[in-house]
């Protein structure tokens, strides 16, 4: 198992718990949603605007079978659990860690939203599309990983002992 993948809701920790993950692995980190503009040379919210969802989860995939096998730690975007062929990837290719955290606690974390298309209208949107990809991240998941009430050097910390624990 080669990559380490960071799977979870948008605010649940990936991006913040990720460079600190790999660090101590001594690891590239690798943020998938920037790997996905950079090769569109446009942002997420405009890849939204121009492509709609589906037209973002299409350059995901291909971004997700880049990066798939490496020698990284990966922070996937909160809806690649979605489609279960990006799943097989992520099984196949390396560990599955689960960020979770309520939403109450994602709410607080995102904000407003900017940048970040699906977020919609604060914590009863969130509410709903965490439960609707709840089976999604337990199906994809290799651990799942409490966020709230944690600081990032703790969550790391644990993600580091079960990346220990499944090698």
């Known amino acids: 198992m080669a990559t380490l993948w960071l799977v979870g809701m948008m605010g649940a920790g990936k991006s913040t718990v990720g460079p600190l993950v790999a660090e101590r692995l001594g690891r590239p980190f690798v943020d998938l949603d920037e790997v996905v503009a950079a090769a569109a040379g446009a ?18 995939a291909a971004a997700l079978a880049q990066v798939a096998g490496s020698e990284a730690v990966v922070a996937c975007g909160g809806g690649i659990v979605v489609d279960p062929e990006n799943v097989a990837v992520l099984r196949r290719t390396g560990m599955v860690a689960w ?20 977020a919609g209208a604060g914590e009863a949107a969130l509410q709903v599309l965490a439960a609707s990809r709840e089976a999604a991240y337990a199906g994809a998941a290799h651990c799942r990983i409490q966020t709230a009430g ?6 790391a910390e644990e993600v580091m ?6 090698r």
């Open 43 to 60: 942002s997420i919210p405009d890849l939204f605007d121009a492509e709609g969802e589906a037209g973002f989860r299409r350059r995901e």
């Open 99 to 118: 960020l979770a955290a309520p939403a109450p606690v994602l709410a607080q974390r995102v904000g407003d939203g900017g940048g970040r298309p699906l």
């Open 150 to 155: 944690r600081s990032p050097e703790e969550v």
């Open 161 to 166: 002992r079960r990346w220990s624990e499944s």
